[in-house]
């Protein structure tokens, strides 16, 4: 059901605490943390704790939630100390989304092309 934690979800490991993850913010309802395989010099994911497929599915559901994971993207990059920064949300395989739990990845610290790829 969507907002409840998947027992297959790394994500929701995470949120658990049963899977490890050098966590930099932490609020009521998100989490952010750095990225395993950067790509960038700040490449930091910022997850709902609650469990939505993507981004589409979270604003759906719950814009007050959405709106959390933005604002938690501007207080990573300020910490980080980030002029600019890519807010980045993959939807679908297709897109290049990997884990099923939604994630903005807040990437910065070094010139970022366009388009992205």
């Not at 395989?37 to 700040?42: I, L, R």
Request: aromatic share 6%.
């Amino acid at each position: 059901m969507a907002g409840e934690p998947q027992e297959d979800c790394l994500f929701c490991k995470i949120v658990a605490g049963t899977i490890p993850a050098t966590i930099v913010r932490q609020t009521d309802t998100t989490i952010a943390f750095r990225d395993i395989n950067p790509q960038a010099p700040t490449h930091v994911l910022i997850i709902p704790k609650a469990h939505y497929e993507n981004a589409a599915a979270l604003a759906a559901a719950d814009p007050a939630l959405t709106a959390d994971v933005v604002r938690e993207a501007q207080a990573v990059a300020d910490e980080e100390k980030l002029d600019s920064y890519r807010l980045v949300f993959n939807t679908g395989s297709g897109a290049g989304q990997t884990v099923w739990h939604v994630h903005g990845h807040v990437l910065g610290g070094r010139g970022l092309e366009w388009p992205p790829g």
